[in-house]
């Protein structure tokens, strides 16, 4: 049972600066399409900031709701385990609540750390279904180093062949999914 | 030698009706950043719409020698490899100027056709680095039918545990990079 938070407080800018983010359409919806796809349990997005919260209500009622669920089935149903939550404690309580259990919570980063885990080792984790694990991912320029301290793994970072690597979080979350919850195809 | 090409026309609607979409400022940037981490030669965006290529080339001179380029050098870098094209027949003789040879030609689908190629299939090829391939990925709800008949090779769909796979393209695009090019974390 894996479940994904997006973080927009506690982050860092680009100056290594805490800062609190905004919520963006995109991610909304790439997110929800990405773990949907991928039969995630719950999208949680989670900022302090209550008009931020009513702003991406607003959108998600739209499709769940409004006229959107009408234009666009695919998106109703990608954004119906979309919650929104002030901070990671909630998360984890909800996740207690609804899963038996408070999950394992598995930061992500671009930057490498120590004793990563790696995505493999998750896989077969999330394989044996033993815990809830809850994957935590920062917008900005990525979570506060408090959240990655806290954590209980921190995952081995996406490289690609240079040393570039500047993912949006859209990307970085999809990449990650794959890694983790993807079925082969049956022709290949 | 892996390029990408990202069509707005022809590609089809839900209805599948041919049509023209429009360039968005996310595909732009989340495919740039995707492309450039995983080191992908050339990211073509294809549209026949010359006011739409005035209006990418905007956003990405912006970035590239405008005040966006001291604001953040990573996009900086991430769109140097963007090119505006009317159509693949245009990025087929730029693949070939550039590279040359004209390249394979793998169409992308999020529905199965017969004998798609595997993606592990295709990473091999990208190894041996023969010739020049060009991945195409259609916005909207998919490249137009003939596209994918003249394409040499269609790669093999993503799939989750679940029936849903209405990824963004974006989405798909970071998918398929990492299942191509990703090189293995060193602590992994």
């Given amino acids: 049972m894996l479940s994904i938070a997006l973080v927009h407080y506690p982050v860092v800018n680009k100056e290594g600066r805490v800062v609190t983010t905004s919520i963006t359409n995109f991610d909304i919806h790439d997110i929800a399409r990405a773990a949907c796809t991928y039969g995630v349990a719950r999208y949680y997005i989670v900022t302090p900031v209550e008009l ?4 991406a209500r607003r959108i998600i009622t739209h499709w769940i709701e409004g006229s959107g669920a009408e234009h666009n089935p695919t998106r109703t149903e990608a954004l119906t385990n979309v919650e929104l939550m002030t901070d990671l404690a909630a998360v984890g309580e909800a996740i207690e609540r609804d899963f038996g ?4 919570w598995v930061a992500t980063s671009a930057r490498p750390f120590a004793n990563p885990i790696a995505c493999g080792r998750l896989r077969e984790m999330l394989g044996n279904d033993a815990e809830p694990v809850c994957l935590i991912f920062g917008t900005g320029s990525g979570l506060h180093a408090q959240i990655i301290e806290d954590a209980d793994y921190v995952l081995e970072p996406i490289r690609g062949p240079r040393d570039y690597n500047h993912l949006s979080v859209r990307s970085a979350v999809s990449v990650y999914l794959d890694r983790l919850l993807s079925v082969e ?4």
């Fill in 185 to 188: 195809s049956p022709a290949s």
């Fill in 52 to 55: 931020q919260r009513q702003y």
């Fill in 101 to 104: 259990r408070p999950p394992l």
